[in-house]
């Protein structure tokens, strides 16, 4: 896919995350957000996946490792065509299996139940270590929040990733430098991240997140690299693509309201 339909298809799962969260009352928007270009990028040019086969055999798996960013991953998968996108809607409601954090055995596509932060990462690495055992063909792919990386867990299993070279394991941080408290750096700063990778024996790369080509790049280089698994640290906005959500730490786990919706919704293209 080109980079002006890949950047089309970010705009239709925003206004997908947008409106999900929006009937939902709940959620989090602005991780989902930052995150949007990078899930489309992997879904839509990336990885080996197939919407009418979801188990096949050999695909390349994706971890939400940030699993409050559900939304985004709930509407690439829509776009994607494993549901429709109007499915997604009962986001959070009684009974949905689009639950506020993805869910394994309830959603086609979802490879791993996450939402305990880190949890996700390590699984990720446990899932690349068992397809090199099987000489798998497949690929795996996680994103983490960079607030995640105040979870010790993380950095064993970047320590283990390393140390089995597993060099088809692709790790992407969505770095908007925001949590739910904050800045990273007044919570708890995790900077210098690249450094903290190269020094754990990953082969690294810094991007700008809402770049299409860079990403696109990040994930051609990745490819190439071999003996080390690869970390994209990807530079982005919380909330990207709506105007009162930027880089607005208030906006991590709360909905908007219906004026905030048709405003965010009218800037991204969509309508109520």
Same mark, same amino acid.
């Given at each position: 896919?080109?980079?002006?339909?890949?950047?089309?298809?970010?705009?239709?799962?925003?206004?997908?995350?947008?409106?999900?969260?929006?009937?939902?009352?709940?959620?989090?928007?602005? /991780?989902?957000?930052?995150? &949007?270009?990078?899930?489309? +990028?992997? @879904?839509?040019?990336?990885?080996? *996946?197939?919407?009418? !086969?979801?188990?096949?055999?050999?695909?390349?798996?994706?971890?939400?490792?940030?699993?409050?960013?559900?939304?985004?991953?709930?509407?690439?998968?829509?776009?994607?065509?494993?549901?429709?996108?109007?499915?997604?809607?009962?986001?959070?409601?009684?009974?949905?299996?689009?639950?506020?954090?993805?869910?394994?055995?309830?959603?086609?596509?979802?490879?791993?139940?996450?939402?305990?932060?880190?949890?996700?990462?390590?699984?990720?690495?446990?899932?690349?270590?068992?397809?090199?055992?099987?000489?798998?063909?497949?690929?795996?792919?996680?994103?983490?929040?960079?607030?995640?990386?105040?979870? /010790?867990?993380?950095?064993? &299993?970047?320590?283990?990733? +390393?140390? @089995?070279?597993?060099?088809?394991? *692709?790790?992407?941080? !969505?770095?908007?430098?925001?949590?739910?408290?904050?800045?990273?750096?007044?919570?708890?700063?995790?900077?210098?991240?690249?450094?903290?990778?190269?020094?754990?024996?990953?082969?690294?790369?810094?991007?700008?997140?809402?770049?299409?080509?860079?990403?696109?790049?990040?994930?051609?280089?990745?490819?190439?690299?071999?003996?080390?698994?690869?970390?994209?640290?990807?530079?982005?906005?919380?909330?990207?693509?709506?105007?009162?959500?930027?880089?607005?730490?208030?906006?991590?786990?709360?909905?908007?309201?219906?004026?905030?919706?048709?405003?965010?919704?009218?800037?991204?293209?969509?309508?109520?």
């Amino acid at each position: 896919m080109d980079i002006k339909a890949l950047e089309k298809t970010a705009s239709e799962i925003r206004i997908g995350i947008v409106k999900a969260v929006h009937m939902a009352g709940s959620g989090h928007p602005g /991780g989902a957000l930052s995150a &949007a270009d990078i899930i489309t +990028a992997l @879904y839509f040019d990336e990885m080996n *996946v197939d919407a009418a !086969d979801p188990e096949m055999k050999g695909r390349d798996k994706f971890i939400l490792s940030k699993g409050h960013a559900a939304p985004a991953q709930y509407a690439a998968l829509a776009a994607k065509g494993y549901f429709p996108m109007e499915d997604i809607m009962t986001l959070r409601k009684m009974g949905s299996r689009f639950q506020g954090h993805p869910d394994m055995y309830k959603v086609p596509g979802i490879e791993m139940s996450t939402g305990s932060l880190g949890q996700g990462f390590s699984a990720a690495g446990g899932m690349a270590m068992a397809n090199k055992l099987d000489t798998a063909p497949g690929r795996i792919y996680v994103l983490l929040g960079d607030g995640e990386l105040q979870e /010790g867990l993380v950095w064993e &299993a970047a320590m283990s990733a +390393a140390h @089995y070279k597993l060099d088809n394991m *692709v790790a992407i941080l !969505d770095y908007n430098g925001l949590q739910i408290d904050g800045k990273n750096e007044e919570v708890m700063t995790v900077a210098p991240v690249a450094d903290k990778f190269k020094a754990f024996g990953w082969n690294v790369m810094t991007i700008d997140g809402h770049d299409f080509a860079e990403i696109l790049d990040a994930f051609k280089k990745a490819r190439e690299c071999k003996g080390k698994p690869t970390m994209i640290v990807a530079k982005t906005v919380k909330g990207k693509g709506v105007s009162f959500m930027e880089n607005n730490a208030g906006w991590h786990g709360k909905a908007p309201d219906d004026e905030q919706t048709k405003q965010a919704l009218a800037e991204l293209g969509g309508e109520m």
